[in-house]
C-alpha cells in the first residue's frame, strides 16, 4: 500500500474531528463529532529502542507511527540483535516478497541474518524458490519443520487454511525465546473459536503489508532509488516475551520495505482486513461492477462502452483521483449536471452498502466468517476453486483494455456516486466498530487505490478475484453477489423511481472526518505509482506471482 504526498488542502474535508460508535450513520457531522472526540480512543503507544516513533494527528486523534525507509536500516541490527535466522513459511503471494525484501534489506544493513524458507519437501514451490536464490546447499530453502525449528523469527505465510490446520504442530516446533510472526491476525481468530492461546514462552508480533505480495516486491525495488517507496504495514505486538518484540515488530516492517507503519492489535488486524477485503477492496467492487454493467448494456450502451464505464472508470480516473486528492475530488471534478447524478447515486447507494458492510464486519467479529473459510479449505480437494475471469463480461474486459486509450476512459458520474458511497460505508463501519483511522484509511482506502486497483486496471477486477489470497477470494465469491443483489434491488430501483434524495446522507459524506484523515496520511511520503505489466505485454507474468509464486490455486496447499 502507498501513501500519497498531496496538499491537505485537496484532501480535507470540512471536519477535522472523530466521531464515536453511537453516532447514526447519517447523522455524522462537524458538531456530532466535535463532541464525541473523545470517546474514540487516540492512545494507541508503544515503546522502542530501536526507532523513533512520531505522534501524528488523524483527524482530531493522535497516533504513534513509525516511518521506515531505506536510511532506517542502521537499526535494523539493534532491532534483530540476537536473531540470525529469519524462517519465512510458505511461497504463495506474500512470502517471495517478503523474503527477498529482508534478504536485501540485511544485506544493505551489513547484517548476517541468514533468511531460509521452508517448503514441504515434494512441493512445486521448491523450484520457484531456488530460482530466487534459496538453496537446500547453503540451508536458505528446507522442510518446514526444519526451518521452524532452527529460526529465531518465524514469518508463518502459508495460507490461512493451511494455517488453521498446521498452528498445533507449528507452535510445538518453535525453540524458546523465538520469535512467532504473522502477516494477518487470521490465526488468532481460529485459536479464539478452538479456545488456545499462544504459548507463553515466545512472542508473537505482526506486520501486515497493506497490498498484494507483488506490490511489496514492485515497491520495494523502486524504493532502492526512490527513499520511502514501499507497501505501508501495521504491526502489533501481541505477546512479549522476552522484551524485545516491539523492536523485532517494527524491523520487520521496516526490512520490508513500508514507508510507513502503524500500531495495531491482532484482533484490531485480522477484523478490519477480512472485512476490508469482502467489501470496498475486493468483493464489494466486483459485485458493484456486474451490477454497474448490467444496467449499462440494458440502457443501451455497447458492451464495451458499459464495460469503460463500469469498471475501467473505477480503476483508472476514480481510483487515480481518489489516490491524489480524496473522495470529494471526485466529486468536485463534475458540472452541475454530473454532481446531481453523483449525488442521486450516492444518497441512494450509501445505506444499502453500509447494510451489507455491517453484516460482513459482525460475521468476522463473531468468527463466523473464520469458520466458514477454513470449512472451505476442507473442501478444497473435492471442490477446487474456480475461476471468475471466462464468464462473458471479463472477455468483454481483456478486449477493452488490449485497445485501452487512458485518456479516453469515461469519468462516469453515476458510477463514481455509487463507487464513493460503497468505500464510505466501509469507512463508517470500522469507525463504528472503534477502529483508529490510521487503520480506517489504509485498510478502505489507501489499499484499495494505491495497491489492488492498479493491478486491476492492467489486468482485471477478475484477475485480481483469482489470484489474491484464499481467504480473500473466498470472501470476495460469497459477498460480491451480495453486494450485486442489494444495488440492483435497492439502490437503483429508488433512482428509477425517483424517489426523494437523501440529502443528509450526502451532506455528512462531504463533512466526514476521514478526509482530513486521509490528508494527514497523504502527506507521509513522497507520490510513487506502482508499475504494473498489463495483460496485453510480453512480461504480464512479472510481479505477479512475483518470484515466481504461484497465482493458481493448488488444493495440497490446505491439505498439507
Not at 454530473?338 to 468476522?364: L, N, Q, T, W
Not at 485518456?407 to 455509487?418: C, K, N, Q, R
Amino acid at each position: 500500500m502507498q501513501l500519497r504526498s498531496a496538499a491537505a488542502s485537496k484532501v480535507a474535508g470540512k471536519n477535522a474531528g472523530a466521531i464515536a460508535p453511537v453516532v447514526p450513520v447519517q447523522r455524522v457531522n462537524r458538531r456530532a463529532a466535535q463532541r464525541l472526540a473523545q470517546a474514540v480512543p487516540a492512545e494507541r503507544d508503544f515503546n522502542t529502542t530501536a526507532f523513533t516513533k512520531e505522534l501524528v494527528q488523524f483527524a482530531g486523534t493522535e497516533e504513534y507511527i513509525i516511518r521506515g525507509g531505506r536510511d532506517k536500516f542502521p537499526a535494523l541490527g539493534k532491532a534483530f540483535q540476537g536473531i540470525k535466522q529469519v524462517g519465512v513459511i510458505g511461497w504463495g503471494s506474500q512470502a517471495p516478497a517478503q523474503a527477498q525484501n529482508m534478504r536485501d534489506s540485511f544485506e544493505a544493513a551489513g547484517l548476517d541474518i541468514k533468511v531460509s524458507i521452508g517448503l514441504r519437501n515434494d512441493s512445486p514451490s521448491c523450484t520457484e524458490a531456488e530460482a530466487c536464490g534459496f538453496k537446500r546447499a547453503d540451508g536458505t530453502l528446507g522442510d518446514v519443520f526444519d526451518i521452524v525449528s532452527s529460526s529465531d523469527l518465524v514469518v508463518l505465510l502459508i495460507s490461512d487454511a493451511a494455517q488453521a490446520k498446521l498452528y498445533p504442530r507449528i507452535l510445538a516446533a518453535m525453540k524458546p525465546g523465538a520469535t512467532l510472526g504473522l502477516s494477518h491476525g487470521f490465526l488468532l481468530g481460529v485459536m479464539k473459536n478452538d479456545n488456545v492461546d499462544f504459548r507463553k514462552d515466545i512472542n508473537v508480533v505482526l506486520v501486515a503489508p497493506k497490498g498484494m505480495g507483488p506490490s511489496v516486491r514492485r515497491l520495494y525495488e523502486q524504493g532502492k532509488t526512490v527513499n520511502g517507496a514501499g507497501i505501508n504495514s501495521s504491526f502489533a505486538v501481541h505477546q512479549d516475551y522476552t522484551g524485545t518484540a516491539t523492536d523485532i515488530a517494527i524491523g520487520w516492517a521496516v526490512a520490508v520495505g513500508a514507508p510507513f507503519a502503524f500500531y495495531t492489535t491482532l484482533e484490531s488486524e485480522y477484523k478490519s482486513d477480512i472485512y476490508g477485503e469482502r467489501c470496498i477492496l475486493l468483493g464489494a467492487v466486483h459485485g458493484m461492477v456486474e451490477a454497474l454493467f448490467r444496467r449499462y448494456t440494458r440502457a443501451g450502451m455497447s458492451d464495451e462502452e458499459a464495460f469503460k464505464h463500469s469498471v475501467e472508470c473505477i480503476t483508472g480516473p476514480i481510483s487515480k483521483t481518489i489516490s491524489t486528492q480524496g473522495m470529494p475530488a471526485v466529486y468536485n471534478m463534475f458540472d452541475a449536471a454530473g454532481k446531481k447524478v453523483f449525488e442521486e447515486a450516492y444518497a441512494a447507494s450509501f445505506r444499502p452498502a453500509m447494510d451489507i458492510c455491517m453484516e460482513i464486519y459482525e460475521d468476522v467479529a463473531s468468527g463466523n466468517e473464520i469458520k466458514s473459510v477454513v470449512q472451505a479449505g476442507s473442501r478444497f480437494d473435492r471442490f477446487p476453486m474456480g475461476k471468475i475471469d471466462q464468464t462473458y463480461m471479463w472477455k468483454v474486459g481483456k478486449a477493452v483494455r488490449a485497445k485501452r486509450v487512458e485518456s479516453e476512459i469515461p469519468l462516469d458520474p453515476f458510477t463514481a456516486g455509487v463507487y464513493v458511497a460503497t468505500m464510505m460505508a466501509t469507512v463508517q463501519t470500522l469507525l463504528e466498530k472503534g477502529h483508529p483511522f490510521s487503520e480506517i484509511c489504509n485498510e478502505s482506502i489507501i489499499e484499495a487505490v494505491d495497491s489492488l486497483n492498479p493491478y486491476m486496471h492492467a489486468r482485471g477486477v477478475a484477475f485480481m478475484v483469482d489470484n489474491c489470497s484464499y481467504t480473500a477470494r473466498l470472501g470476495s465469491r460469497k459477498w460480491a453477489p451480495r453486494f450485486d443483489y442489494i444495488l440492483e434491488q435497492q439502490a437503483f430501483v429508488a433512482i428509477d423511481n425517483k424517489e426523494p434524495l437523501d440529502a443528509e446522507a450526502f451532506k455528512a459524506f462531504l463533512e466526514h472526518p476521514v478526509h482530513a484523515a486521509m490528508a494527514a496520511c497523504s502527506a507521509m511520503r513522497p507520490s510513487v505509482d506502482i508499475s504494473v505489466a498489463s495483460d496485453a505485454e510480453p512480461s504480464s507474468t512479472e510481479g505477479v506471482g512475483v518470484g515466481g509464486a504461484r497465482t493458481e490455486y493448488r488444493s495440497t496447499v490446505a491439505a498439507a
